[in-house]
């Protein structure tokens, strides 16, 4: 089925390990983005990547880093995570710009992320 | 700053109407979404508003007034499994959207 492909959906980390969470759509989407979903606060952007070879940051960069790949992947890089850095993890594709209808984020199942 | 509001929490009945408003503050607008969330599961999109008035979708519908910076999305014939939290997001410039912070709905029998 098309859509937004997310691994892994789960992990646990300990305070100051590295890792990559994997993002691939099959859309045809030229952007690109990851959210963090914490209890109450909804979806905050942690960095985007509008097409592909750009990349920039959202609202909450700090202590992530990403890589648009190619057109279809755009991962999400944790170089030392530490325990504000549980949450999960949302990846996302659309086709920007936006038109008058329809336009919608497709998201990825989601990676949910323990850091102890 | 780019704010959104939205009620955090809505109960109703089986078989009701309920309406979940949303107000924004951004730069840049391009339009309004929604989408539902199940617990545990990812988000879907429900619905997009560039225009001002009424989109309808099967049993939700979508409102929009730009001059009032105010949307909300309404659902008829209310039905157990659409318990869930809806979000409304603003599309602003700078390829970006922005949510708020979510409305759990809850539909008793």
């Known amino acids: 089925n098309a859509g937004v492909t997310q691994t892994p959906k789960f992990q646990v980390l300990k305070t100051g390990q590295s890792m990559t969470l994997q993002c691939a759509q099959d859309m045809n989407h030229n952007s690109m983005y990851w959210y963090r979903q914490d209890p109450g606060m909804g979806l905050r952007l942690i960095y985007y990547s509008a097409s592909e070879g750009t990349t920039d940051k959202g609202e909450v960069p700090n202590g992530y880093n990403v890589s648009r790949l190619n057109k279809r992947e755009f991962s999400l890089r944790l170089e030392s995570a530490a325990p504000s850095q549980t949450s999960v993890y949302f990846c996302a594709s659309i086709d920007y710009p936006p038109g008058q209808s329809n336009y919608g984020y497709t998201f990825g199942s989601g990676t949910r992320l323990t850091v102890v | 700053g780019q704010s959104l509001e939205q009620p955090s929490e809505v109960t109703a009945v089986e078989g009701a109407i309920v309406q979940i408003n949303c107000t924004y503050q951004t730069s840049g607008f391009y339009g309004l979404s929604w989408y539902q969330q199940h617990d545990g599961g990812a988000p879907t999109f429900l619905s997009y508003n560039a225009l001002d008035g009424l989109e309808e979708t099967g049993r939700f519908s979508s409102f929009l007034s730009r001059s009032d910076s105010y949307g909300y999305l309404l659902l008829q014939e209310l039905q157990m499994k659409d318990s869930a939290s809806y979000f409304c997001?603003?599309?602003?410039?700078?390829?970006?959207?922005?949510f708020g912070a979510g409305t759990r709905l809850f539909v008793k029998a």
């Open positions: 997001a603003a599309t602003t410039g700078g390829f970006k959207t922005i």
